[in-house]
Protein backbone atom coordinates (compact mmCIF):
# COMPACT_ATOMS: atom_id res chain seq x y z
CA UNK A 1 0.00 0.00 0.00
CA UNK A 2 1.76 2.85 -1.16
CA UNK A 3 2.69 5.88 1.24
CA UNK A 4 2.54 8.99 -1.29
CA UNK A 5 1.46 8.23 -4.79
CA UNK A 6 2.09 10.72 -7.55
CA UNK A 7 0.72 10.13 -10.81
CA UNK A 8 1.36 10.32 -13.90
CA UNK A 9 4.76 9.24 -13.69
CA UNK A 10 5.72 10.09 -16.75
CA UNK A 11 4.42 13.23 -18.73
CA UNK A 12 5.40 14.19 -22.28
CA UNK A 13 3.72 17.75 -23.67
CA UNK A 14 4.31 20.22 -25.50
CA UNK A 15 5.53 23.80 -25.21
CA UNK A 16 2.41 26.11 -23.90
CA UNK A 17 0.49 23.43 -22.54
CA UNK A 18 -1.05 23.16 -19.17
CA UNK A 19 -0.73 20.35 -17.35
CA UNK A 20 -1.16 18.82 -13.74
CA UNK A 21 0.37 16.37 -11.60
CA UNK A 22 -2.03 14.39 -8.88
CA UNK A 23 -1.05 13.39 -5.36
CA UNK A 24 -1.70 11.67 -2.46
CA UNK A 25 -0.76 10.74 0.80
CA UNK A 26 -1.99 8.13 3.17
CA UNK A 27 -0.12 8.39 6.07
CA UNK A 28 -2.47 11.05 7.84
CA UNK A 29 0.02 13.41 7.71
CA UNK A 30 -0.80 17.53 7.82
CA UNK A 31 2.02 18.76 5.79
CA UNK A 32 2.81 17.90 1.48
CA UNK A 33 5.64 19.68 -0.27
CA UNK A 34 6.32 19.59 -4.26
CA UNK A 35 9.94 19.66 -5.03
CA UNK A 36 11.64 19.50 -8.27
CA UNK A 37 14.69 18.07 -9.02
CA UNK A 38 16.73 19.11 -12.41
CA UNK A 39 19.08 17.31 -14.45
CA UNK A 40 21.63 17.67 -11.99
CA UNK A 41 19.60 16.29 -9.49
CA UNK A 42 19.17 19.13 -7.50
CA UNK A 43 16.24 18.48 -5.09
CA UNK A 44 14.74 22.19 -4.73
CA UNK A 45 11.72 22.58 -2.35
CA UNK A 46 8.44 24.36 -4.44
CA UNK A 47 6.38 24.61 -2.25
CA UNK A 48 4.82 23.09 1.10
CA UNK A 49 1.19 23.57 2.55
CA UNK A 50 -0.79 22.29 5.18
CA UNK A 51 -4.54 23.35 5.60
CA UNK A 52 -3.34 26.81 7.29
CA UNK A 53 -0.57 28.05 5.79
CA UNK A 54 0.66 28.17 2.08
CA UNK A 55 4.27 28.62 1.72
CA UNK A 56 6.16 29.31 -2.02
CA UNK A 57 9.63 29.30 -2.88
CA UNK A 58 9.77 32.58 -3.95
CA UNK A 59 12.15 31.67 -7.08
CA UNK A 60 8.98 29.34 -8.25
CA UNK A 61 7.67 31.21 -11.78
CA UNK A 62 3.51 31.77 -11.13
CA UNK A 63 3.00 29.39 -13.63
CA UNK A 64 3.24 26.81 -10.88
CA UNK A 65 0.22 26.20 -8.80
CA UNK A 66 -0.35 24.00 -5.98
CA UNK A 67 -3.97 22.90 -5.38
CA UNK A 68 -5.17 20.94 -2.41
CA UNK A 69 -9.29 19.35 -2.46
CA UNK A 70 -8.07 18.12 0.90
CA UNK A 71 -5.31 17.16 3.58
CA UNK A 72 -4.31 14.17 1.52
CA UNK A 73 -3.77 14.99 -1.47
CA UNK A 74 -1.86 18.08 -3.30
CA UNK A 75 -1.74 18.44 -6.87
CA UNK A 76 0.81 20.56 -9.31
CA UNK A 77 -1.01 22.75 -12.04
CA UNK A 78 1.53 24.10 -14.38
CA UNK A 79 0.06 26.70 -16.76
CA UNK A 80 2.26 27.25 -20.15
CA UNK A 81 5.02 25.03 -20.01
CA UNK A 82 8.05 25.89 -21.31
CA UNK A 83 11.44 23.61 -22.04
CA UNK A 84 12.75 24.45 -18.77
CA UNK A 85 10.18 22.86 -16.91
CA UNK A 86 11.16 19.36 -17.83
CA UNK A 87 12.58 17.77 -14.44
CA UNK A 88 11.29 15.32 -12.32
CA UNK A 89 8.86 16.54 -9.62
CA UNK A 90 8.47 14.74 -6.41
CA UNK A 91 5.73 14.81 -4.36
CA UNK A 92 6.12 14.63 -0.70
CA UNK A 93 4.83 14.85 3.19
CA UNK A 94 5.68 14.83 7.08
CA UNK A 95 3.70 15.44 9.73
CA UNK A 96 4.17 18.64 10.69
CA UNK A 97 6.79 21.17 8.86
CA UNK A 98 8.95 23.89 11.08
CA UNK A 99 8.52 21.08 14.09
CA UNK A 100 8.99 18.10 12.52
CA UNK A 101 11.56 15.21 12.29
CA UNK A 102 12.94 15.94 9.07
CA UNK A 103 11.62 12.90 7.94
CA UNK A 104 9.67 13.49 5.09
CA UNK A 105 8.28 10.47 2.75
CA UNK A 106 8.46 11.22 -0.84
CA UNK A 107 6.54 9.89 -3.83
CA UNK A 108 8.02 8.18 -6.94
CA UNK A 109 8.40 11.26 -9.04
CA UNK A 110 6.74 12.48 -12.21
CA UNK A 111 9.07 12.72 -15.04
CA UNK A 112 7.77 15.59 -17.18
CA UNK A 113 9.02 16.40 -20.17
CA UNK A 114 8.18 19.49 -22.46
CA UNK A 115 9.07 19.18 -26.28
CA UNK B 1 21.89 32.29 2.72
CA UNK B 2 21.10 28.53 3.67
CA UNK B 3 23.76 26.47 1.78
CA UNK B 4 24.75 22.24 1.36
CA UNK B 5 27.86 20.70 -0.76
CA UNK B 6 28.53 17.62 -0.81
CA UNK B 7 31.63 15.70 -1.73
CA UNK B 8 32.29 13.94 -3.21
CA UNK B 9 30.09 13.83 -6.62
CA UNK B 10 30.49 10.53 -7.52
CA UNK B 11 32.35 7.61 -5.50
CA UNK B 12 32.93 4.21 -6.75
CA UNK B 13 34.04 1.72 -4.42
CA UNK B 14 35.31 -2.25 -4.31
CA UNK B 15 32.93 -4.28 -2.28
CA UNK B 16 34.23 -4.27 1.47
CA UNK B 17 36.10 -1.27 0.86
CA UNK B 18 35.19 1.50 3.71
CA UNK B 19 34.57 5.13 2.82
CA UNK B 20 33.22 8.42 3.89
CA UNK B 21 31.00 10.51 2.27
CA UNK B 22 31.03 14.43 3.45
CA UNK B 23 28.39 17.39 3.94
CA UNK B 24 29.63 20.89 4.64
CA UNK B 25 26.78 22.97 5.66
CA UNK B 26 25.88 26.88 6.45
CA UNK B 27 23.05 27.96 7.87
CA UNK B 28 21.82 30.81 10.68
CA UNK B 29 21.19 27.59 13.26
CA UNK B 30 21.37 24.12 12.41
CA UNK B 31 17.77 22.58 13.61
CA UNK B 32 18.43 19.47 12.55
CA UNK B 33 20.86 17.35 9.15
CA UNK B 34 18.63 14.52 7.70
CA UNK B 35 20.55 12.27 5.03
CA UNK B 36 18.31 9.96 2.33
CA UNK B 37 19.04 7.81 0.02
CA UNK B 38 17.69 7.81 -3.87
CA UNK B 39 17.38 5.08 -5.97
CA UNK B 40 17.75 5.59 -9.85
CA UNK B 41 13.98 5.79 -10.55
CA UNK B 42 12.98 6.55 -6.91
CA UNK B 43 12.08 9.31 -4.57
CA UNK B 44 14.42 9.71 -1.31
CA UNK B 45 13.95 7.79 1.11
CA UNK B 46 15.13 8.71 5.06
CA UNK B 47 17.94 7.51 6.55
CA UNK B 48 18.68 9.81 9.66
CA UNK B 49 17.99 12.80 11.45
CA UNK B 50 21.26 14.73 13.96
CA UNK B 51 20.67 17.42 15.95
CA UNK B 52 23.72 18.29 17.63
CA UNK B 53 27.41 18.34 17.07
CA UNK B 54 28.82 15.15 18.82
CA UNK B 55 25.73 12.59 18.04
CA UNK B 56 25.85 9.92 16.12
CA UNK B 57 23.38 7.61 14.03
CA UNK B 58 24.20 4.27 12.60
CA UNK B 59 21.94 1.95 10.81
CA UNK B 60 23.20 -1.24 9.22
CA UNK B 61 26.98 -0.52 7.56
CA UNK B 62 25.82 3.11 7.72
CA UNK B 63 26.88 5.87 10.52
CA UNK B 64 26.29 9.66 10.27
CA UNK B 65 28.15 11.62 12.46
CA UNK B 66 27.81 15.42 13.02
CA UNK B 67 30.11 18.63 13.69
CA UNK B 68 29.44 22.02 13.61
CA UNK B 69 30.02 22.47 10.30
CA UNK B 70 29.73 19.38 8.54
CA UNK B 71 28.35 15.62 8.96
CA UNK B 72 30.14 11.82 7.06
CA UNK B 73 28.39 9.26 6.65
CA UNK B 74 30.39 6.09 6.79
CA UNK B 75 30.13 3.10 4.85
CA UNK B 76 31.61 0.21 6.53
CA UNK B 77 32.52 -2.54 4.39
CA UNK B 78 29.66 -1.73 1.34
CA UNK B 79 27.81 -4.33 -0.21
CA UNK B 80 26.50 -3.73 -3.94
CA UNK B 81 22.76 -2.66 -2.49
CA UNK B 82 24.46 0.00 -0.84
CA UNK B 83 24.80 1.62 -4.44
CA UNK B 84 22.75 4.66 -4.50
CA UNK B 85 22.61 9.08 -4.53
CA UNK B 86 23.00 9.92 -0.51
CA UNK B 87 21.51 13.08 -0.66
CA UNK B 88 22.29 16.01 2.67
CA UNK B 89 20.08 18.34 3.64
CA UNK B 90 19.64 20.81 6.79
CA UNK B 91 17.09 22.39 8.46
CA UNK B 92 17.18 25.98 9.71
CA UNK B 93 16.08 26.99 13.18
CA UNK B 94 15.21 30.43 12.44
CA UNK B 95 13.26 29.97 9.82
CA UNK B 96 15.78 30.30 6.71
CA UNK B 97 14.15 29.10 3.53
CA UNK B 98 10.80 29.60 5.10
CA UNK B 99 12.06 25.89 7.69
CA UNK B 100 12.08 24.02 4.38
CA UNK B 101 14.94 21.25 3.87
CA UNK B 102 17.32 22.36 2.19
CA UNK B 103 19.23 19.67 0.10
CA UNK B 104 22.90 19.36 -1.60
CA UNK B 105 23.71 17.55 -4.78
CA UNK B 106 24.40 13.91 -3.49
CA UNK B 107 27.37 11.77 -3.52
CA UNK B 108 26.48 8.84 -6.11
CA UNK B 109 27.71 5.82 -4.73
CA UNK B 110 28.65 2.58 -6.89
CA UNK B 111 29.80 -0.27 -4.83
CA UNK B 112 31.42 -3.18 -7.61
CA UNK B 113 31.65 -7.00 -6.34
Known amino acids: DTAVSQTPKYLVTQMGNDKSIKCEQN?????MYWYKQDSKKFLKIMFS???????INETVPNRFSPKSPDKAHLNLHINSLELGDSAVYFC??????????????FGEGSRLTVL | EDQVTQSPEALRLQEGESSSLNCSYTVSGLRGLFWYRQDPGKGPEFLFTLYSAGEEKEKERLKATLTKKESFLHITAPKPEDSATYLC??????????????FGKGTKLSVKP
Open chain 1, 27 to 31: LGHDT
Open chain 1, 49 to 55: YNNKELI
Open chain 2, 89 to 102: AVQDYYGGSQGNLI
Open chain 1, 92 to 105: ASSQGRRRNTGELF
